[in-house]
């Protein structure tokens, strides 16, 4: 569908966005603007940029009218992030809604909920990696439970190796909380994603309901009337065929309209049987129908 690509689309502009950031503040850390380890940062920023990288390689090759693109993009997106957070956690929680904002253009519930379950995924994991391999937060370490002043001037505390007790405290403490808000962005991706959906359902049935017959099912007069102006007015072999119905107006008045209407279902479905790509059927009017054909010749006359 066209949203889907419209939205695949934008994907690919937001993992491209994503590394323009990535690369900004990893230059800036080069400069000393900021202060995160060095060796962290270009290690964290190397293997992501160069997923990132792969991913819009294969989406140019690929093109984006693909329906695996999307779950290729939500997934390098969420995994992205995730890799960058096991290095450095900092800011990076900021980021971890982004790929609901992604899935939430695909009006798909079924892509917001893939979304939260790699999400809750890759989290728990790279919470558990950032504690041992990464800049985490203090409270990570320390498992402070209040705020800083309560542990007077200085905090001396003792690193626990990564053990089961460890990973235990921080699924509980630091990767489950985030899983439930987590939540509320999935309730909210899908929600978004549902209205949208609708929005787009509606818009597709008023669009054909302008230009449709809604007894016949043919192009309408006022369909009729746009393709005369904007598009055979410039082309040539041209074929056009006028049809009405004989006696109509006495078939409605002594056999009844039900009838009549019957009679007008008939002549419409025999055209609609020889519509193409090159021939189209239109009613005008009551018991009135044209038939437009491009690269008409006379012996398809």
């Known amino acids: 569908m066209e949203y889907e690509i419209k939205a695949n689309q934008y994907g690919a502009k937001s993992i491209a966005r994503s590394m323009l950031i990535l690369v900004s503040m990893w230059f800036l850390n080069e400069i000393n603007v900021f202060i995160i380890d060095k060796y962290l940062m270009r290690y964290a920023s ?22 695996w693109i999307k779950y290729l993009e939500l997934t390098t997106e969420v995994l992205g992030v995730a890799i960058v957070y096991v290095f450095i956690s900092y800011h990076v929680t900021l980021v971890i809604p982004l790929p609901f904002l992604m ?32 800049l985490c937060d203090m409270n990570m370490v320390a498992f ?3 705020v800083v002043w309560d542990y007077g001037e200085t905090i001396v505390q003792k690193v ?21 808000i987590l939540t509320l962005y999935a309730a909210i991706a899908s929600n978004i994603a549902k209205s949208g959906k609708e929005l ?14 809604e007894m016949t099912d043919l192009a ?21 065929i006028f049809i009405d ?33 090159d021939l189209k059927g239109y009613r005008i009017g009551g018991d009135e129908f044209v038939i437009l054909m491009e690269n008409a010749s006379n012996a398809r006359l």
Not at 46 to 67: C, D, F, P, Q, Y
Not at 200 to 213: G, Q, W
């Open 220 to 240: 309408n007069k006022n369909e009729y009337l746009r393709v005369l102006k904007e598009e055979f007015a410039i082309k040539k072999h041209v074929g056009v």
């Open 245 to 277: 119905i004989n006696d109509l107006k006495k078939v409605n008045d002594e056999i009844g309209h039900e009838k009549g209407d019957e009679m007008i279902k008939r002549i419409a479905k025999s055209i609609k049987y020889i519509e193409d790509e």
């Open 160 to 180: 626990e190796p990564l053990t089961s007790d460890i990973v235990g405290k921080i699924l509980l403490f630091f990767a489950f909380p985030r899983c439930l």
């Open 144 to 146: 402070t439970k209040g």
């Open 103 to 134: 899935a939430a253009n695909y009006q798909d519930r079924r892509v917001s909920i893939y979304t939260y379950v790699i999400s809750v995924i890759c989290i728990c994991i790279s919470v558990v990696l950032n504690y041992q391999y990464g």
């Open 46 to 67: 190397a293997i992501v940029l160069s997923i990132w990288m792969a991913t819009l390689i294969i989406i140019r090759i690929n093109g984006v009218e693909k329906k």
């Open 200 to 213: 787009h359902i509606h818009r597709e049935k008023a669009e054909k309901a302008s230009k449709t017959d």
